[in-house]
């Protein structure tokens, strides 16, 4: 894209301008690990995100609109509606992982919801639990209660991302369990279009913005290897790498294996064989 204005960039994607209305989200093959990006890239993972996050929105048209308007032949890109993105990350929460684990465990709540006593790493909870957050300036997204939710985007905004945040999750994981794969959490962001509808943006249940575990060796009580970045995790600690960068180059097995990965989870959730995606990326959308 080499005339094109760069609007803003992810972690492993980059977002140009089209026109005034349209922009173009472009999904790279990077990868992170413990929040660093490594130099060696997986093959076919930016049309694997790519692929899966449009699957979910065709899925979910009848929930919610989106800013989806055209995927690309590369399989990698998607002409997207521009909006007025709201400050919030909407993140739900269906099993106790991660940051949600930690906080429960120091304090008996996530996010402000008070949990029952005794839950264990990994549990699935009682009902999902939307814990929106703000995109920090730097480094993490920071946790935010209901109030200070409400205050950012207003009380009737805020209810109406908190509802639509849970019905998708709601959807998503039950398709995906259906698949053998657990959503355990996943992040969605939303903007409004110029007539002040709700559009999910963003990518949507993917690798990146979702934790997959596999369905097969779930086990409450234990941290669940990730369905995707495993291989990657575990090559990481075999070296005793600081986390700090530079990350580690991987090895070729490695990068097949955790290719072959992305490319299980894609065909598991879609139905769909990535070759076919890759010769007609639209297949996904039927
Ligand atoms: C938008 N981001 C974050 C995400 C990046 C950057 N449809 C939209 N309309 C207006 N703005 C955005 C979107 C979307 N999606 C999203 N920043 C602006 C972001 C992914 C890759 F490079």
């Not at 009848?62 to 032949?73: E, F, G, K, M, P």
């Not at 962001?189 to 997959?212: K, N, Q, W």
């Not at 009580?221 to 090559?235: E, L, N």
Request: some cysteine; hydrophobic content about 35%.
């Amino acid at each position: 894209m080499p005339d094109a204005v760069h609007v803003g960039s992810g972690k492993v994607r980059e977002l140009y301008e089209l026109d005034e209305t349209r922009l173009l989200l472009v999904a790279s093959d990077r990868i992170s690990t413990f929040d660093v990006i490594l130099p060696t890239e997986i093959p076919d993972k930016g049309r694997v995100l790519t692929g899966l996050s449009a699957f979910w929105f065709a899925r979910t048209r009848d929930l919610v609109r989106n800013h989806l308007l055209a995927l690309r032949d590369d399989g990698r890109s998607t002409e997207c509606r521009r909006l007025e993105m709201l400050p919030l990350e909407c993140v739900v929460r269906g099993y106790l992982a991660g940051s949600g684990w930690k906080d429960y465990r120091a304090t008996g709540e996530v996010c402000g919801h008070r949990l029952p006593t005794g839950l264990v790493e990994s549990q699935q909870l009682p009902s999902a639990l939307f814990t929106p957050s703000t995109k920090a300036t730097e480094g993490h997204d920071e946790n935010i209660d209901r109030d200070r939710g409400i205050e950012l985007v207003g009380a009737d905004l805020y209810e109406r991302v908190e509802r639509t945040s849970l019905a998708l999750y709601e959807f998503a994981s039950r398709l995906a369990r259906e698949r053998g794969i657990i959503l355990a959490d996943t992040k969605l962001e939303f903007g409004l279009d110029d007539e002040g509808e709700l559009v999910l943006g963003d990518e949507a249940f993917t690798p990146d913005s979702s934790r997959f575990w596999p369905a097969d060796v779930y086990t409450p009580g234990t941290t669940p290897p990730s369905f995707d970045k495993q291989p990657v995790r575990d090559y990481c600690e075999s070296l005793g790498w600081d986390k700090l960068p530079p990350g580690p180059e991987l090895p070729p097995d490695v990068v097949e294996g955790t290719r072959a990965r992305y490319i299980e989870a894609f065909e598991r959730l879609t139905g769909c064989a990535f070759a076919d995606y890759a010769a007609d990326p639209n297949t996904v959308l039927s």
